[in-house]
């Protein structure tokens, strides 16, 4: 119990959040009674709802791995046009590189989850952590013009490390977290993956430079490489010594009333079927869909579209990218903390959505002004909305869902987004290809105004909040 807040008899650090939480629902301090009957009968010492110290390294340990995932997403996508050259194929195949990640999650993502839910996190964890590493280390066996295949074949085991990895911020948030901070932590996890993809963003272009000579551009990617799978495979290391399965103690009421239910009531068919029966869940997996999918189509054309019409930019391609991804972080920051303090899930949800599509609607009537700031600003005002409102979709759904496991009602809202993705990817590449860029713009810009109209429907049906107030009471 070394771990746990407060083990030796010090008050845990749950009531630390009262200062913060005003008007929320606060955690009793380590040592309250046990919970009653209401809880589930839980009436012994395990019940006590305690914090742990783990829970932050265990936070940042996720992040890293899963940083490392998203950065080789995008790794290809951010620099098109010299893998394009390089291997000698079609933008489309190099697309593809990146679709591959989306594809793989929408068959896998079921079994994943239920495995989850079977297995726990610690296996979830240590199978994403090294698959990540094998699919880096195969990439180094693809070094040469002819082996484009075997790029594939690291690229698709990445993609199957990242089934392993999309569904679990909200699930070790709820796990590990306390209720007045659970959403800070979501952000956070959600947050790795966004600087992963910021990465694969910025440092493509600064270390594989567009050179003519093949040998050196295969030196040049081979640096890249080597340094994703030696950083892949030391988190794979430290993810086999520090990640726990769940602390000693329940972080929360709302989470020692679910380890308090025999495993028994327990389907995971059904609970899949109970989410598609809840409408307020349906149409947020819809708008939830709409939004990223947009987002990960940007990211992925995003190099075509700057370097359309700004030939030769390709180092501030990489960095438009980036400033999409870091102003939405601080948009995802910022909407977890404001959720943590004032719970209005829908109203923020809705806020967002429509500046989303504000941004876009500004990105692209000025991509073509020929001021790249102009560019920069753009995009990172859409950034900081569209970026800002994924962890948003997870903490809503979570609420919406209580009591279903967190990974399958995030799990449901990738699926949504992964599909959504492939489907805009193509489609706007193939009107780039035909109309120019504003045209494939103006199809995210419809798509988004779609998911305003949408979530506007959706009711706040805060599950998780009610209970945490009725235990609160008994």
């Not at 340990?61 to 010299?82: E, H, K, P, V």
Request: with cysteine.
């Amino acid at each position: 119990g070394a771990w746990a807040g407060g083990a030796g008899g010090e008050p845990s650090r749950a009531g630390q959040g009262a200062s913060r939480g005003a008007g929320m629902v606060l955690q009793e301090p380590a040592g309250a009674p046990a919970l009653s009957a209401a809880a589930g009968g839980v009436g012994d010492a395990a019940a006590e709802v305690q914090l742990s110290r783990l829970r932050w390294a265990v936070l940042l340990l996720f992040s890293s791995y899963s940083l490392c995932n998203a950065f080789q997403w995008i790794q290809y996508g951010s620099i098109n046009n010299i893998f394009m050259r390089f291997y000698d194929v079609s933008p489309f195949a190099i697309d593809w590189l990146s679709m591959s990640y989306m594809l793989i999650y929408i068959p896998l993502l079921f079994p994943v989850a239920w495995l989850l839910d079977k297995r726990g996190l610690r296996l979830i964890a240590l199978t994403g952590s090294a698959l990540n590493a094998v699919g880096a280390w195969v990439k180094l066996g693809s070094l040469k013009p002819h082996l484009f295949p075997v790029t594939v074949l690291g690229q698709v085991i990445c993609g199957l490390a990242q089934v392993f990895i999309l569904g679990m911020p909200s699930r070790i948030a709820s796990v590990w977290f306390g209720s007045h901070e659970v959403s800070t932590a979501c952000s956070i996890a959600v947050f790795g993956n966004q600087l992963g993809i910021a990465a694969g963003f910025v440092v493509p272009p600064v270390l594989v430079p567009n050179v003519e000579d093949v040998e050196k551009l295969a030196y040049h990617i081979s640096i890249m490489f080597f340094m994703t799978a030696g950083v892949a495979s030391a988190l794979f290391i430290l993810v086999i010594i520090v990640f726990k399965e769940k602390p000693p103690n329940p972080p929360s009421r709302a989470q020692a009333s679910i380890q308090s239910r025999p495993t028994a009531e327990y389907s995971y068919l059904r609970s899949i079927l109970r989410l598609l029966r809840n409408t307020n869940f349906l149409l947020l997996m819809i708008t939830y869909g709409l939004n990223v999918g947009c987002f990960y189509a940007l990211s992925t054309l995003l190099n075509r579209m700057v370097i359309y019409h700004y030939p030769g930019e390709e180092v501030n391609a990489g960095r438009i990218g980036l400033t999409i991804i870091l102003s939405g972080m601080a948009g995802a920051l910022i909407s977890g903390i404001w959720l943590d303090k004032t719970k209005t899930y829908k109203q923020t949800t809705l806020v967002v959505y429509i500046m989303s599509l504000v941004g876009m609607i500004v990105y692209t009537f000025t991509l073509s002004l020929n001021h790249l700031w102009v560019v920069f600003v753009t995009a990172g005002l859409l950034g900081f909305f569209m970026t800002g409102y994924i962890p948003l979709g997870f903490e809503f759904a979570a609420e919406l869902t209580y009591p279903e496991s967190e990974g399958t009602s995030s799990g449901l809202l990738n699926v949504s987004a992964q599909i959504f993705g492939v489907a805009f990817t193509i489609g706007q590449g193939q009107i780039m290809d035909r109309f120019g860029t504003k045209a494939g713009n103006l199809l995210l810009c419809s798509v988004l105004f779609l998911g305003t109209v949408i979530t506007a429907f959706i009711k706040a049906d805060l599950r998780r909040q009610q209970a945490n107030l009725e235990n609160e009471q008994t």
